[in-house]
Nanobody, 127 residues
Framework: EVQLQASGGGLVQAGGSLRLSCAAS????????IVWFRQAPGKEREGIIC????????WYADSVKGRFTIASDNAKNTVYLQIKSLKSEDTAVYYC????????????????????WGKGTLVTVSS
């Protein structure tokens, strides 16, 4: 059974940091990239950052450059999203998704292009 488990969300003060995790199982992790999406209240889901399993391919949306960092731990089949200097506009449900490396070529990544999805984790930034 394919599973993508996002965790690490919570309530954080503006300016704080948070690390989200995406644990994958049930598919060959090395053949996929992981994409983080977020959906803020009343807004569409947007792809914000991604990484290939080897780490050789990364992409960052302009809105997160400089504050978001992504890393892959292949030994644990887990991808980490480190967020610093949190802002109120970062409040959203964060989802991780997996996409075949063969299709990790289109940026920004689109929701319809993903192969597997996990349930989201809520990040709330208080001002």
């Amino acid at each position: 059974e394919v599973q993508l488990q996002a965790s690490g969300g919570g309530l954080v003060q503006a300016g704080g940091s948070l690390r989200l995790s995406c644990a994958a199982s049930g598919f060959t992790f090395d053949d996929y990239g992981i994409v983080w999406f977020r959906q803020a209240p009343g807004k569409e889901r947007e792809g914000i950052i991604c990484i290939s399993s080897s780490g050789g391919i990364t992409w960052y949306a302009d809105s997160v450059k400089g504050r978001f960092t992504i890393a892959s731990d292949n030994a644990k089949n887990t991808v980490y999203l480190q967020i610093k200097s949190l802002k109120s506009e970062d409040t959203a449900v964060y989802y991780c998704a997996a996409v075949s490396l063969l299709r990790l070529r289109v940026f920004p990544p689109t929701s319809s292009g993903m192969d597997f999805w996990g349930k989201g984790t809520l990040v709330t930034v208080s001002s």
